[in-house]
């Protein structure tokens, strides 16, 4: 009995000591697990985060069992670390350092788009994907966001333009010279046409998905871009977000969805520098005030 009390006794001492800090410590390390676990669960990383898993696993029943012959051969494996793990992960932690990058400072980016001029902008989105479905001309839209895609514009053609559902059309009609390439769209302009993007290296998608779709998925694991992909053969409209892919949209579900996401990152960015605007309004007042 003795026992148990001084347990838990010492158990209350421990919890007393924690302190704010302490909680912010295993808060961020906690996001921090989870944020990586996320990431790597749908890529081809999470399989080669589980072989190193298991290679430790042997590592440390070698070295309880005395298996000297195995436990020096990954040692020695183990020895090179965090060398091996940049070279083997490289593609992973750029992908991964990117959208970290991009959510931090998404909610402070200067877009300068009202709300009417978006939703304008999806509405024209939207009702080109349907009439290209109906058609079955395939399409590939790219809606940069915070992660700026200046690599992959620079392999189309810069256009500058705004969005309208007929030039949109245009662009993807089978005969015209940048049907096959990506349209880019930066704010409420379409900045380029033709253009490539990565392909993914997800070896888990359907066998049926083609290139265009394979290189929407590739662009949706490499930022936090949303794209909007239309089959060429079956016409369907899908979606690529976060390197997983939605299928089975039509002009209204497209538009809702769309609306939900762009809209929501400007109301942010909208709100939070108008903040910022009136806070450095009043500053400016009361210096003149002062003076």
Do not use: W
């Not at 029943?61 to 990954?74: C, D, E, V």
């Not at 999806?122 to 940069?144: H, P, R, Y």
């Not at 949209?249 to 709100?271: G, R, V």
């Amino acid at each position: 009995m003795t026992a148990i009390k001084d347990y838990f006794q010492y158990v209350g001492n421990q919890l007393l000591s924690i302190s704010v800090v302490d909680v912010i410590d295993i808060l961020l390390v906690a996001f921090i697990f989870y944020y990586v676990f996320q990431f790597m669960r749908k890529r081809r990383a999470g399989k080669l985060l589980a072989g190193i898993l298991l290679l430790i696993v042997m590592l440390l029943i070698s070295s309880i069992t005395g298996m000297k012959a195995l436990n020096y051969i990954l040692t020695n494996l183990f020895s090179m670390g965090i060398l091996s793990l940049i070279v083997v992960f490289q593609p992973e932690l750029r992908s991964f350092l990117e959208k970290v990058g991009g959510s931090t400072f998404r909610n402070f980016r200067a877009k300068g788009d009202q709300e009417g001029e978006i939703r304008t902008m999806i509405s024209e989105v939207c009702t080109a994907a349907q009439n290209l479905a109906d058609k079955k001309t395939g399409a590939l839209i790219v809606f940069e966001r915070a992660t700026k895609l200046g690599d992959q514009i620079r392999t189309g053609t810069i256009l500058d333009a705004n969005v309208t559902s007929y030039l949109l059309e245009n662009i993807f009609y089978d005969k015209a010279p940048l049907h096959d390439g990506a349209v880019i769209i930066s704010g409420v302009r379409i900045n380029s046409a033709g253009c490539f993007l990565p392909l993914s290296t997800n070896n888990d998608l359907h066998k049926d998905l083609g290139t265009r779709h394979r290189s929407g998925i590739g662009m949706s694991e490499n930022s936090d871009a949303i794209v909007v992909i239309v089959s060429e053969e079956t016409g369907t409209i899908s979606v690529a977000m976060e390197g997983e892919l939605k299928r089975g949209f039509d002009k209204s579900s497209l538009e809702n969805l769309l609306n939900q996401l762009l809209l929501n990152d400007s109301a942010i960015t909208e709100k939070v520098f108008t903040q910022i605007k009136d806070r450095f309004s009043r500053k400016g007042g009361n210096s003149k005030d002062e003076d």
